[in-house]
Structures are given as structure tokens and as C-alpha cells.
């Protein structure tokens, strides 16, 4: 038994690879939509993909197993768990096999049996593994978004992000069920969970890679309580806003994603093509670094540096996903790495794209401040002050007197960002407060000013939050 681990930083989200050696097979479990990184190592190793399986319904990148499925021959094999409405809609069209609750399927001597694991979301199995060619009983568990290193998947998604009213107390309840049964497994088990920090699919992930269920029993805050009531209060409380794309993730994976070979190729734009657009209302994302855009800049597009791993959480939080994209690149040569990362979110309609050589020398500046300039504002009572951070950060600690807008909100709420003199974006480092200048700078507000660049001066600034609503409150 072979099995590899595949990590995408940019998400936080884990795949996995396992093979029968012996046999020469191999099955890719929750796979990313880039197929690439499996089909090379199944090379590699001599091996032929035969299955294709995922642990649940997707919610923050588009599921690979589709295009795994359609460009191997492999098996797909997909979970027939839960509500009607999101079950998979496309797994009679695609010939997968659907899978229930004590179903067993092999991979050459690989015994996979499913666990239905309900919680963070209605449909969500579990696999548990056992190498027959050395063992009677299983070695590990494929957790998905059941269990973390740490944590365990939030079961609020349906609701917050999807819009089913009502799901989220639900999907706690069977959240605790599915830990009870987990929890009667044997200590020495293995779990291979599907996501690490800093993925927005739970509250407290852990780095670790993997972990065993023994651990996670003693040190996991899921498993510490035997009271259904407490740990439905604690799984729903300081869960973190579940970016704006999440909805519309679920809805492409429960649907079927579309496979790449389908989708447009981007056409070189020029200057006068991408003022064109801009003048038509259409969605142009910069993804210059920050100091190239804020030198010189085509006014109206939207700067979103792709100078982050994971940029495109925040295109996800901004783009209107019902409207072609354009893009201005700081190097033609990297469209095709910027794709990959769009398409992992489904950003699958973009249409032109253009170079730095679109930008003139008397294209206009953006302004910025920095820490040392807002510390002045503060003193002297100056300035409005917009904060773009979540709202788990707000609670954290945040500037006296400033208003709370998250980044994701910031287009929908342009009614509470004052006119008068200087508007003053901020956040922890600088990069959302940047992007937020910019969309509300498209949309006519042009009084706005992001602070850049703050990293650890600016919590030098921030008072402990009950400091500050001790003195709104005037004690």
C-alpha cells in the first residue's frame, strides 16, 4: 500500500493519492481541480488511476474529480448520502457509483469501507481504510471535513453560505452524532484529514498533516464533551465568515463542474480593449504587486496582487461570478499559473488578458498612507477610519472609533463610508485595505486612502477591545 499526500497551500486543502503496488492501481481521494500533480505521479510510480472518490460536497474550491474521472477512465465513486437537494446532480450522467453507509468498495488488495459522517454537511462519508495484504483491520481513516488536526469541519455552510435557513443547528446535532461514532473506533487509527490552518472549512485547524484518532480524543475540544447541547454552542460560536464564493462552490460541485477542455482561452487585450471594458462596466482585476499598481494604475480595475498564495480567496470575496473576467498581468508568461489558481475557485470565465505594456507613464498614482501617518490622524482626531478585517479580528482588538466593514462587504454597504475629508482603510497588513480602496474607488468613492504595509507597528496602535468599548461606552 502506497499513500501519497498533496497539499495546496493556496486553499489549505488536501488530497490523497493511495495505490495497491502490488496491483498497480490507484485511487485519488477529494481531488483538486488541477489533475496534473496526480496524473504525474501515478507515472511515477507506474500506476493506473482506477477510482475516483471525495468525501463530500465541496464548498471552497471546485472538485477535481470530474476531470480526474473524464481523463482517466477511472471509477467514479460518489456519496448517495443526505438531503435530496444536494446530493450530486451529475452522477448519472458522468456513470458514477454512489456509495452509502457500510458500502465497501477494493482498490487490488485496498479494503475502502464508508462511514456516513454527517455534520459538515448532509451527504459527507468517510473512508476507512484496511491493507488486507497485511492486516485484518484498518490502518487509518480518510476524514475530510469531519475531523481536523484539532478541529472539526463547521456545520453552518449550508446556511451562511448556501442560504438553507435553519441547517446550521442541524448540521451541528449530526456533527456531534458522527464524532460519538468516530470516537468508538480504535485509538490507533490514522486519520488523514482534508484540510489544514488556514482553511475557512473550521475554526482552529491545526498544521499537522495527520494525525490519529487516539490524539484527537484526548486533545481534540470535539471529543472532550459528552453534552449535545454544549458542543453545539461551542462548534457554531467564532466560526469565521465563510467567503463569498462559497455558495456558489457548492451549487458548481454539487452540479458538476465543467471539465477545462471546455472552457474559453483568454485573447490579448490593448489598451484601448481594456479601457473599453472599463468604460462598459466590465470586471478587470490587476494582479500587478501592490507598489507596480499604486505607482501607475488604469483607473476602475480592481487590484488583487497575485503576490499571495492565496490571492485568490480574496477574488473570491470581490468578483461577481455572473460576469466575464479580464485580467492585467505583471507577466504574460505566469497566465497560465494565474488560470490554474482562478479555476480552482471557479472563476472559469475569463476572457482577455493583457501586459504591464498596457500602462502609461501619467496613468495616475493611488494613494496610500502608512502606520506612522495614521498614528498622527488618531492623535490629532482626524480621521474616518474604515476597518476591512473579519470580524473575529475586529473582536480581537481594533483602532478607537473606527468602523467595522469586511473586505467581502465593502461594495454592498458603500452608503456607510463618510464623504467628507479622508476615508482611511486599514487591516493587519495592508493587502485588503488595498484591494477595498480600489473597489470603492470603481464604484465613484474616491475619497479613500488605504494604510499599507502596517505589519506589527499596527498593533502597537490597537487597544484591547473592551478598552475601547469601555471608552465608546464613556467609563
Not at 9 to 35: F, H, K, N, W
Not at 128 to 139: H, M
Not at 331 to 338: F, I, S
Amino acid at each position: 500500500m502506497l499513500i501519497k499526500y498533496f497539499y495546496d497551500e493556496a486553499l489549505a486543502q488536501a488530497s490523497y493519492l493511495v495505490a495497491c503496488q502490488a496491483r498497480g492501481v490507484a485511487c485519488v481521494v477529494d481531488p483538486m481541480r488541477d489533475i496534473a500533480p496526480y496524473l504525474d505521479a501515478a507515472v511515477r510510480q507506474g500506476l493506473k488511476v482506477t477510482h475516483v472518490t471525495e468525501t463530500h460536497i465541496h464548498a471552497d474550491f471546485v472538485s477535481g474529480a470530474r476531470e480526474l474521472a473524464a481523463a482517466t477512465g477511472a471509477q467514479l465513486l460518489l456519496s448517495d448520502e443526505g438531503a435530496p437537494d444536494w446530493r450530486y446532480r451529475f452522477a448519472e450522467a458522468a456513470g458514477a457509483t454512489l456509495l452509502h453507509d457500510g458500502d465497501v468498495f477494493t482498490l487490488g488488495r485496498i479494503r475502502f469501507e464508508v462511514l456516513a459522517t454527517p455534520g459538515h454537511t448532509p451527504e459527507h462519508i468517510v473512508f476507512i481504510v484496511t491493507d488486507t495484504a497485511a492486516a485484518d483491520e484498518p490502518i487509518g481513516i480518510f476524514t475530510g471535513d469531519c475531523v481536523f488536526v484539532g478541529d472539526v469541519g463547521r456545520p453552518d455552510l449550508l446556511e451562511t453560505a448556501a442560504g438553507v435557513a435553519g441547517s446550521k443547528e442541524v448540521g451541528a446535532r449530526q456533527q456531534f452524532a458522527s464524532i460519538a461514532r468516530l470516537s468508538r473506533l480504535p485509538d490507533y487509527l490514522q486519520l488523514w484529514p482534508g484540510h489544514g490552518a488556514g482553511s475557512a472549512c473550521g475554526k482552529a485547524l491545526g498544521a499537522i498533516p495527520s494525525t490519529t484518532l487516539g490524539y484527537e480524543r484526548r486533545f481534540n475540544p470535539a471529543f472532550q464533551t459528552a453534552d449535545e447541547g454544549a458542543f453545539v454552542r461551542w462548534l457554531l460560536d467564532g466560526q469565521p465568515e465563510p467567503p463569498r464564493y462559497f455558495g456558489r462552490m457548492k451549487a458548481v460541485n454539487r452540479d458538476g463542474p465543467a471539465l477545462i477542455a471546455d472552457l474559453p482561452s483568454p485573447t490579448r487585450l490593448d489598451r484601448g480593449a481594456i479601457e473599453a471594458l472599463l468604460a462598459d462596466g466590465a470586471q478587470v482585476l490587476d494582479l500587478r504587486p501592490q507598489s507596480e499598481h499604486a505607482r501607475h494604475h488604469i483607473p476602475g480595475a480592481l487590484s488583487i496582487p497575485a503576490t499571495r498564495a492565496n490571492f485568490t480567496t480574496y477574488v473570491g470575496w470581490v468578483t461577481d461570478y455572473g460576469r466575464p473576467v479580464h485580467l492585467i498581468v505583471a507577466d504574460p508568461q505566469a497566465l497560465p499559473a494565474h488560470l490554474t489558481a482562478l479555476r480552482a475557485i471557479g472563476v472559469d470565465d475569463v476572457r482577455g488578458f493583457a501586459g504591464p505594456d498596457v500602462l502609461q507613464d501619467d496613468d495616475p498614482a493611488l494613494p496610500t498612507i502608512d502606520v506612522a501617518e495614521l498614528a498622527a490622524m488618531l492623535r490629532s482626531g482626524a480621521a474616518h477610519i474604515v476597518d476591512v478585517r473579519g470580524l473575529s479580528e475586529w473582536k480581537a482588538g481594533h483602532l478607537p472609533g473606527a468602523v467595522h466593514i469586511p473586505l467581502g462587504e465593502v461594495a454592498d454597504r458603500l452608503g456607510e463610508i463618510p464623504r467628507s475629508g479622508r476615508t482611511i482603510l486599514q487591516c493587519q497588513t495592508g493587502y485588503r485595505a488595498y484591494i477595498a480602496a480600489t473597489v470603492l474607488r470603481r464604484a465613484g468613492v474616491m475619497n479613500v486612502v488605504p494604510v499599507v504595509d502596517p505589519r506589527s507597528e499596527f498593533l502597537a496602535l490597537v487597544e484591547p477591545v473592551r478598552a475601547v468599548q469601555m471608552a465608546d461606552e464613556g467609563r
